[in-house]
């Protein structure tokens, strides 16, 4: 397992369309324990292939709160059968848009098509911050970041700052 670098915006690799996966092998979970490990080395409670430069429908997510106890899910190629009318609003971050957090607007539950880790299909129903998680993370395989919610002076805002902290990254 290995921690990898998580793409941060702006970078036009988040706004690729990620490809369906094939079939789950071992190329396919070594690339979840992948993404699992950087997850939990930034602190995330979600992550999608692309965030570290793959465009596969690769989605994990731990969102249990005891850090002793992990729970991870994995979802592959998810896809969205169900939205509730009902909204539930969450404070949301992500790995790739450091140190920005709005509150954005989802369906409150969502029920969600996908493989697991070892390839079998499987239907979860999902609400409350798993539900606004999932859609978060399956947003991410459209290439759209939470920011693309925001209005414009508000997104442009942000991309503005980071772009700036960009810069002045230096490596020596
Ligand atoms: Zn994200």
């Known amino acids: 397992m290995t921690v990898k670098r998580i793409i941060t915006e702006p970078n036009p ?20 324990d992948d ?49 509730d009318i009902n909204k539930s609003t969450y404070e949301e971050g992500c790995l790739s848009v450091p140190n920005q957090f709005a509150e954005i607007d989802r369906p409150s539950k969502c029920e969600v098509q ?18 606004t998680c999932i859609q978060h993370e399956m947003d991410h395989l459209e290439g759209i970041l939470f920011i693309d919610y925001l209005s414009k002076l508000k997104k442009s805002m942000i991309i503005k700052k980071l772009s700036k902290n960009k810069s002045n990254r230096i490596v020596v």
């Not at 729970?71 to 169900?82: A, G, L, S």
């Not at 996908?114 to 539900?131: I, P, Q, R, W």
Request: glycine share 6%.
């Open 13 to 32: 690799l988040l706004r690729q369309v990620s490809k369906p996966v094939s079939s789950v092998g071992p190329e396919e979970r070594k690339l979840m």
């Open 35 to 83: 993404m699992l490990d950087t997850m939990y080395d930034a602190n995330g409670i979600g992550l999608a292939a692309i965030q570290i430069g793959i465009p596969k429908r690769i989605i994990v997510l731990d969102i249990s709160k005891d850090e002793k106890i992990k729970e991870p899910r994995y979802f592959v190629n998810p896809v969205i059968k169900k939205k």
């Open 114 to 131: 996908y493989l697991d880790y070892n390839g079998e299909k499987k239907v979860l129903s999902a609400e409350g911050l798993l539900a």
